[in-house]
C-alpha cells in the first residue's frame, strides 16, 4: 500500500499567518493517464471532511482562495495564506492513484 | 445538491456483523462511485472499498474477506456489511461520492462501537 507521510502532525499558528503542510507518499502518484489523484481535506471538530484540493492543486468550487496546492510525484504541499479561526482541525491528504486508496495520519492545526 | 446520510446501529457485539446503509438524495448512485470510510479513535482514516455507477466493487485487501457493498437502485441507497468484527472495528463510518477524482461529498459519519 501506498504510504503518505504528513508533516508536522501539529501546527500551531495565529490568525493571519501563513502555513504548509508536507504530504510525502512511499512511491509515485502519477498515473499512467498524467493526472495525479492527491486530494486535501479539512475535518473540522464535529464535521465530516470537507473536500479543498483535487489533482494536487485544483480547488473545489466555494474553498476560499488562500488554500493551495502544489507538488508533483511523491512530494505535495497544501499552504494556508493567513489562517483564519476557521481553518482550524484536521488536515489529511489523500491519494486515489494507487489501490487502496490511503491517507495520511493528519495534521492538526491549532490556534497558538 | 447532494446529501448523504449513514444509518444503522450503533454498538455491534465482537464477532458478529456491522450493517449500514447510506442514503444518498440529490444524484443517483447509478453514476460516480460510492464509497465508505471509516475513522478509527484518534486521526487514522482507512478507504474501505466502493460500489461503482455499474455495481462493480473495490474493497480494502485488509478488508476482502470481512466486507461487502451492495445497493438498491430503486431506493438510491448503498450499504455496507462487515462480518465478523472486533473492538478494533470501532470507528466512525462515513459513506462518500467519489468522482473526477474527488472525495467531495461526504454524509455526517456514524459511530459504531464494538464491544459485548
Same mark, same amino acid.
Given at each position: *500500500?501506498?504510504? &503518505? /507521510?504528513?508533516?508536522?502532525? /501539529? &501546527?500551531?499558528?495565529?490568525?493571519?499567518?501563513?502555513?504548509s503542510?508536507? @504530504?510525502?507518499?512511499?512511491?509515485?502518484? $502519477?498515473?499512467?493517464? =498524467?493526472?495525479?489523484?492527491?486530494?486535501?481535506?479539512l475535518?473540522?471538530?464535529?464535521?465530516?471532511?470537507?473536500?479543498?484540493?483535487? $489533482?494536487?492543486?485544483?480547488?473545489?468550487?466555494?474553498?476560499?482562495?488562500?488554500?493551495?496546492?502544489?507538488?508533483?510525484?511523491?512530494?505535495? /504541499? $497544501?499552504?494556508?495564506?493567513?489562517?483564519?479561526?476557521? *481553518? $482550524? =482541525?484536521?488536515?489529511? @491528504?489523500?491519494?486515489? /492513484?494507487?489501490?487502496?486508496?490511503?491517507?495520511?495520519?493528519?495534521?492538526? &492545526?491549532?490556534?497558538? | #445538491?447532494?446529501?448523504?446520510? #449513514?444509518?444503522?446501529?450503533? +454498538?455491534?457485539?465482537?464477532?458478529?456483523?456491522?450493517? +449500514?446503509?447510506?442514503?444518498?438524495?440529490?444524484?443517483?448512485?447509478?453514476? !460516480?462511485?460510492?464509497?465508505?470510510?471509516?475513522?478509527?479513535?484518534? !486521526?487514522?482514516?482507512e478507504?474501505?472499498?466502493?460500489?461503482?455507477?455499474?455495481?462493480?466493487?473495490?474493497? !480494502?485487501?485488509? +478488508?476482502?474477506?470481512?466486507?461487502?457493498?451492495?445497493?438498491?437502485?430503486?431506493? !438510491?441507497?448503498?450499504f455496507?456489511?462487515?462480518?465478523?468484527?472486533?473492538? #478494533?472495528?470501532?470507528a466512525?463510518?462515513?459513506?462518500?461520492?467519489?468522482?473526477?477524482?474527488?472525495?467531495?461529498?461526504?454524509?455526517?459519519?456514524?459511530?459504531?462501537?464494538?464491544?459485548?
Amino acid at each position: *500500500d501506498v504510504v &503518505l /507521510t504528513q508533516t508536522p502532525p /501539529t &501546527l500551531s499558528a495565529t490568525i493571519g499567518q501563513s502555513v504548509s503542510i508536507s @504530504c510525502r507518499s512511499s512511491q509515485s502518484l $502519477l498515473h499512467s493517464n =498524467g493526472n495525479t489523484y492527491l486530494n486535501w481535506l479539512l475535518q473540522r471538530p464535529g464535521q465530516p471532511p470537507q473536500l479543498l484540493i483535487y $489533482l494536487v492543486s485544483r480547488l473545489e468550487s466555494g474553498v476560499p482562495n488562500r488554500f493551495s496546492g502544489s507538488g508533483s510525484g511523491t512530494d505535495f /504541499t $497544501l499552504k494556508i495564506s493567513g489562517v483564519e479561526a476557521e *481553518d $482550524l =482541525g484536521v488536515y489529511y @491528504c489523500v491519494q486515489s /492513484t494507487h489501490a487502496p486508496y490511503t491517507f495520511g495520519a493528519g495534521t492538526k &492545526l491549532e490556534l497558538k | #445538491e447532494v446529501q448523504l446520510q #449513514e444509518s444503522g446501529p450503533g +454498538l455491534v457485539k465482537p464477532s458478529q456483523s456491522l450493517s +449500514l446503509t447510506c442514503s444518498v438524495t440529490g444524484y443517483s448512485i447509478t453514476s !460516480n462511485y460510492w464509497g465508505w470510510i471509516r475513522k478509527f479513535p484518534g !486521526n487514522k482514516m482507512e478507504w474501505m472499498g466502493y460500489i461503482s455507477y455499474s455495481g462493480s466493487t473495490s474493497y !480494502n485487501p485488509s +478488508l476482502k474477506s470481512r466486507i461487502s457493498i451492495t445497493r438498491d437502485t430503486s431506493k !438510491n441507497q448503498f450499504f455496507l456489511q462487515l462480518n465478523s468484527v472486533t473492538t #478494533e472495528d470501532t470507528a466512525t463510518y462515513y459513506c462518500a461520492r467519489y468522482y473526477y477524482a474527488r472525495f467531495a461529498y461526504w454524509g455526517q459519519g456514524t459511530l459504531v462501537t464494538v464491544s459485548s
